[in-house]
């Protein structure tokens, strides 16, 4: 009998909780509806609650996350893109990716070919406006293919499953302006589409994926690293996709109304110019190279496997570059000296180092005798610790 009670009372505290917690989302919905009443056109319950979860349920937050994606919406103007706008021609040749079907449930299932995106070619082809618009105009395509998929199945479909193929991802991932502008773009879509994304696998991660994640890993929304998925080498990837459970790689898709974009190297006939952005120098230490002169920065590595990446440009003319490691009483080059026309596109690289020690950066004008050379220099040392080491190790088996 006294056991009976126990169970009794433990169920009533269950639907009590239940209910408790149902009660303070609904109380959350309608403070936020309220909040933004002025703002509201076609959101109904299911689209407003989105921006709760995304900052959970702080009215405060959700608020002011909702007005600042309206009255961004409004400047790019992104109700009248798929009708209204077309992207230039470079975005849409070599901006990567496309949908492929969908998952058992309708939702969108999309691959990223992040191995074959130049995203230095396309921020020197184009805007960064139009970038943002680019995906901005994707995720409008996203939200049609949920209505049309709901009508479809005659249930509520949404959210997107993304397959991020980083095949043929090389140290080049490493250049700190187009990662800050691919995960600008990711944050994008993450402040003005809340709750979109599903499940994220990556596939073909490569050795240098530890590094580009320490970089990414402060810039990515903790709800987002829940979602991500390290599946490792492609083999057939099952995501439950609507043709036959499974693909094994791609291009070709069983598909006939979708296109994967390739992407690939921005052909230089794209270039608008090749001066960055004062923000993306904002990084890099200014020194001048007097005329038969060189200079030479020594950096430290402790760490076997760790990456040494550089990026430079000079002003007007062109300046000797190399990479040299202390052995002993000697230096040897690693990368050897040549010189590198910096001046007309910004240049960028890494090395891995294997074994640890001193490696010295040097840039040589000692052939120059009567020009200094104006130069602009980030040097790095990325290395992933055991915590870090821990983080990518659970990534992979969720």
Sequence with gaps: METSNGKRKQSWTL?????????????????????????????????????????????????????????????????????????PEVIQKYMTGGPVGHDKEGSTVRVELYGRLDMKGLMYSCRRQDMERFKLMQNEELVRDWEIMSKKLNKRVDGVTVIFDMEGVSSKMLWRPGLQMYLHLVRTLEDNYPEALKKLFIVNAPRIFPLLYKIARPLVSEDTKKKIHVLGVMHPVKV??????????????????????????????????????????????????????????????????????????????????????????????????????????????????????????????SYSKIRDKRLLYFIDVITVDESEAQEMLHLENQ
């Excluded at 070709?252 to 993306?280: A, F, M, R």
């Design 240 to 365: 439950e996709v609507d043709y036959n459970n499974y693909f094994t790689h791609y291009p070709p898709l069983p598909s006939t109304h979708h296109q994967i974009k390739q992407g690939g190297p921005v052909p230089e006939k794209y270039y608008l110019n090749t001066e960055e952005d004062e923000s993306c120098c904002q990084h890099m230490t200014q020194v001048t190279v007097a005329r038969g002169d060189q200079l030479s920065i020594d950096t430290q590595v402790k760490d076997a496997g760790s990456v040494l990446r550089w990026e430079f440009k000079t002003d007007g003319y062109d300046i000797g570059f190399g990479v040299f490691r202390q052995d002993g009483g000697e230096k040897v080059a690693v990368v050897p000296v040549e010189r590198v026309n910096s001046h007309m596109v910004p240049e960028d690289g890494s090395y891995s180092c294997d074994v640890p020690g001193t490696y010295t950066v040097v840039f040589d004008n």
């Design 15 to 87: 639907q009590h909780l239940e209910s408790e917690a149902i009660t303070k989302e609904d109380i959350a919905l309608r403070k936020f509806k309220e909040r933004v009443s002025d703002l509201i056109t076609t959101q109904d319950d299911f689209s407003l609650m989105k921006w709760l979860k995304a900052r959970c349920f702080d009215v405060d937050k959700a608020e002011a996350m909702f007005r600042t994606s309206m009255a961004y919406r409004e400047r790019m103007k992104v109700d009248t893109l798929l009708t209204d706008w077309e992207p």
